[in-house]
């Protein structure tokens, strides 16, 4: 009888515990969810529309949207994937910015307008 009893008890603590709210999630992972989506909203959009117009037309756009570190995409020159990219654009939970070679460019206020307009939902190009 005293192992039943033991045992009801347990059983009724375990029950308990799992009715306790959840602690949420571990620190950084909804950002890094976050961060990852605007990327891929960017990476959607950037395909879409530079991908398409002749300005653009000399780079590639690669996607590291790897979720355990910092999600990037790179432009890299056309048909030159080992190439160093031109630009690196990284995405944040606040939205998404680029540097390298081409933010001294003519294309630099184009490129952060789009990245800017992109990350904040827009689809237009």
Same mark, same amino acid.
């Given at each position: 009888?005293?192992?039943?009893?033991?045992?009801?008890?347990?059983?009724?603590?375990? =029950?308990?515990s799992?009715?306790s709210?959840?602690?949420?999630?571990? &620190?950084g992972?909804?950002?890094?969810?976050?961060?990852?989506?605007?990327?891929q909203?960017v990476?959607?959009?950037?395909?879409?529309?530079?991908?398409?117009?002749?300005?653009?037309?000399?780079?590639?756009?690669?996607p590291?949207?790897?979720?355990?570190?910092?999600?990037?995409?790179?432009?890299?020159?056309?048909?030159?994937?080992?190439?160093?990219?031109?630009?690196?654009?990284?995405?944040?939970?606040?939205?998404?910015?680029?540097?390298? &070679?081409l933010?001294?460019?003519?294309? =630099?206020?184009?490129?952060?307008d789009?990245?800017?307009?992109?990350?904040?939902?827009?689809?237009?190009?």
């Amino acid at each position: 009888m005293k192992q039943i009893w033991s045992m009801l008890v347990l059983a009724s603590g375990l =029950a308990v515990s799992a009715c306790s709210p959840a602690s949420g999630p571990a &620190p950084g992972l909804s950002s890094q969810s976050q961060s990852v989506s605007i990327l891929q909203r960017v990476n959607n959009q950037a395909h879409a529309c530079w991908l398409k117009d002749k300005e653009f037309a000399d780079y590639g756009i690669v996607p590291e949207l790897d979720t355990t570190s910092t999600p990037r995409l790179l432009m890299i020159p056309r048909g030159k994937p080992q190439s160093l990219p031109r630009a690196v654009i990284v995405a944040s939970a606040d939205g998404a910015q680029f540097y390298g &070679p081409l933010s001294a460019s003519p294309l =630099a206020g184009r490129i952060n307008d789009d990245i800017s307009r992109w990350a904040s939902g827009s689809k237009s190009c």
